[in-house]
T-cell receptor
């Protein structure tokens, strides 16, 4: 069975500082990995995804994530956060031949001025 | 395109009442998903349609829940009778295909409160 763990429930970061959100997954085969962002009152928006190839993936809004198979991790990073990055972030994993995504519990990011 | 459109945005109903949530997927998308988001269980896939046909409803919690997709541009999720534990945000998402390598676009959700 596939599962996702986001160890950090809530992170507070200063505007302009760097951000890293952790994601660990459990999956028996090659996973498809995703990061979504959910702003208050909104649906989920895809930030980036990893299927294969280069383990460092670039996404929208200046985010990137690195797939590390040895650590079963897919951490999300941003070098310099903006106040508009305050939101909830979800990591998700899915099988390559299916549609079922398993989502982590989410990490809420607060940005302070 | 206006994206995935869900209605209503908010619904408050009394226990025992029937609730119907509506979704209009993005035109041209063949796959439609209903998710439920709660604090306790996070995001869960309830049911998935491909070309208007329900493919997997294993996530539907009980017989009180039913979903239909009568045509490519409309889907409903019905709860009858509703219970307080059904309170959650229900998301509809659509994608061009069922494969995960095509992006799923989410609606803004319906926040359901059952009192």
């Amino acid at each position: 069975a596939q599962s996702v763990t986001q160890p950090d429930i809530h992170i507070t970061v200063s505007e302009g500082a760097s951000l890293e959100l952790r994601c660990n997954y459990s999956y028996g085969a090659t996973p498809y990995l995703f990061w979504y962002v959910q702003s208050p009152g909104q649906g989920l928006q895809l930030l980036l995804k990893y299927f294969s190839g280069d383990t460092l993936v670039q996404g929208i809004k200046g985010f990137e994530a690195e797939f590390k198979r040895s650590q079963s991790s897919f951490n999300l990073r941003k070098p310099s956060v903006h106040w508009s990055d305050a939101a909830e972030y979800f990591c998700a994993v899915g099988p390559s031949n299916d549609y079922k995504l398993s989502f982590g519990a989410g990490t809420t990011v607060t940005v302070r001025a | 395109d206006a994206g995935v459109i869900q209605s209503p945005r908010h619904e408050v109903t009394e226990m025992g009442q029937e609730v119907t949530l509506r979704c209009k997927p993005i035109s041209g998308h063949n796959s439609l998903f209903w998710y439920r988001q709660t604090m306790m269980r996070g995001l869960e896939l309830l049911i998935y349609f491909n070309n208007n046909v329900p493919i997997d409803d294993s996530g539907m919690p009980e017989d009180r829940f039913s979903a239909k997709m009568p045509n490519a541009s409309f889907s409903t999720l019905k709860i009858q009778p509703s219970e307080p534990r059904d309170s959650a945000v229900y998301f509809c998402a659509s994608s061009r295909t069922q494969d995960l390598n095509t992006e799923a676009f989410f609606g803004q959700g319906t926040r359901l409160t059952v009192v």
